[in-house]
Structure formats: structure tokens, C-alpha cells
């Protein structure tokens, strides 16, 4: 069992900045791709940003490609997703992922855990 647990999410205005953190506990962290997914109200919730176990391989959603980060520090069992450039687009429940399905883990149905999210709220 993975324990997920996410901080970090608030209100900030259009063109702010953000960084998630999520902090595991449980099983051994560095076993796990970790992810962030958002949901937004009345739409599904979608991958937004994915690293493999040692960090080498990163992807991401084309929507947030070049504004938000991924990244994650083993030694603390955090993963990160620092945020810029927001959008009001980017408004969602953000919710944090491990998943052991390699490079399968953007998929939300191979995740085989999940945070309980943090709301981001951006203003326009």
C-alpha cells in the first residue's frame, strides 16, 4: 500500500505561479512512476505530467508543456509539479499518481494509486 498525500494547490491570478507537492508513504517510492492528473468539474480527469522511478524520463500533456515541471526527490518520497504561466484553463482538482505500469502510467486506469487532491483555482 502507497499513501499519497497532496499540498500545495490555492487560488492564484492568470500568469502566476504554483508548485504541488506530494509526499508517499507506504511501499518503497522509488518503485513507482509517479504522475499528476487533473479533473475538471464535469469533465474527465486527464494526465497532466509523468516521471519514471530515477527521474530519467519525463512526459507531459501538451497543454502544459514548456510552463509546468515535474520532478521528484527520492530520498524525501516527494514528487513536485511546479507550475508557471498558469492559466484559468488550468483550473482543476490535481491529483497526484503511482503506478508500477511503466511507461503505461499516464493512463489513469493502469495508476494503482491515488492522492485525494488539491484544488487549483486560477483567476483570469
Known amino acids: 500500500q502507497v499513501q499519497l498525500v497532496e499540498s500545495g494547490g490555492g487560488l492564484v491570478q492568470a500568469g502566476g505561479s504554483l508548485r504541488l507537492s506530494c509526499a508517499a508513504s507506504g511501499r518503497t517510492f522509488s518503485n513507482y512512476a509517479m504522475g499528476w492528473f487533473r479533473q475538471a468539474p464535469g469533465k474527465e480527469r486527464e494526465f497532466v505530467a509523468l516521471i519514471t522511478w530515477n527521474g530519467g524520463s519525463r512526459n507531459y500533456a501538451d497543454s502544459v508543456k514548456g510552463r509546468f515541471t515535474i520532478s521528484r526527490d527520492n530520498a524525501k518520497n516527494t514528487v513536485y509539479l511546479q507550475m508557471n504561466s498558469l492559466k484559468p484553463e488550468d483550473t482543476a482538482v490535481y491529483y497526484c499518481?503511482?503506478?508500477?505500469?511503466?511507461?503505461?502510467?499516464?493512463?489513469?486506469?493502469?495508476?494503482?494509486?491515488w492522492g485525494q487532491g488539491t484544488q487549483v483555482t486560477v483567476s483570469s
Open positions: 499518481s503511482a503506478s508500477r505500469a511503466g511507461s503505461y502510467s499516464y493512463i489513469p486506469t493502469r495508476v494503482d494509486y
